[in-house]
């Protein structure tokens, strides 16, 4: 398998554009993970799925944010418009329930927004 | 309140020698799995090491062991003979709710650098 695929791997955008971020997770794996990462606050989960269904949005920082699972194989993760302090690392995670096993990342997004 | 608390944000270690990196968590879930990942400067999260709450030995994974004390809620990770690949950020994270909500969060992190 592939694992967790992300794209882009880095993205520059000017502030107020929209950006998109995109996350296949490996193939058969039913939770789906969007994690941001600065300095500042660390590693921060913003949203995640179950079958499709996202689950908990509690993290998502605000309306700008919007995350969507139109199907297993697909996820994406949209800032509009962005701002500067958007600027992270935006990593995708999927893991396989029934069973205790760990979540595996992508390679992750380097965010920055100028 | 934070849910996992990494009280080191940096250490040094003698290349060959052990070290520990600490993580304690707080739970009202009786069903909850401990984990640590590694992070390199490449950036790459890279899964270490995994310890249940029912699970009654302390998880072991190579040079990497996990030190679970259940009543002080306490998860540190012990590197044995580290190496200078070893020097990275290293995370302990705790998923709560195994029977249900499988939420994953993160601690802050320690940045451990092995000096040859």
């Known amino acids: 398998d592939a694992g967790v695929i992300q794209s882009p791997r880095h993205e520059v955008t000017e502030m107020g554009q929209e950006v998109t971020l995109r996350c296949k997770p490996i193939?058969?794996?039913?939770?789906l993970f969007w994690y941001r990462q600065t300095m500042m606050r660390g590693l921060e989960l913003l949203i995640y799925f179950n079958n499709n269904v996202p689950i908990d949005d509690s993290g998502m920082p605000e309306d700008r944010f919007s995350a969507k699972m139109p199907n297993a194989s697909f996820s994406t993760l949209k800032i509009q418009p962005s701002e500067p302090r958007d600027s992270a690392v935006y990593f995708c995670?999927?893991?396989?329930?029934?069973?205790?096993?760990?979540?595996?990342f992508g390679q992750g997004t380097r965010l920055t927004v100028v | 309140a934070q849910k996992i608390t990494q009280t080191q944000p940096g250490m040094f270690v003698q290349e060959k020698e052990a070290v520990t990196l600490d993580c304690t968590y707080d739970?009202?879930?009786?069903?909850?799995?401990l984990f640590w990942y590694k992070q390199p400067s490449s950036g790459e999260m890279i899964f270490l090491i995994y310890q249940g709450s029912y699970d009654e030995q302390n998880a072991t994974e190579g040079r990497y062991s996990l030190n679970f004390q259940k009543a002080r809620k306490s998860a540190n990770l012990v590197i044995s003979a580290s190496q200078l690949g070893d020097s990275a950020m290293y995370f302990c994270a705790m998923r709560e709710g195994m029977d249900s909500s499988y939420k994953l969060i993160f601690g802050s992190g320690t940045r451990l650098l092995v000096r040859p």
């Open positions: 193939s058969g794996h039913d939770y």
């Open positions: 739970t009202s879930d009786q069903s909850y799995g």
């Open positions: 995670a999927s893991s396989i329930s029934g069973g205790v096993t760990e979540a595996f």
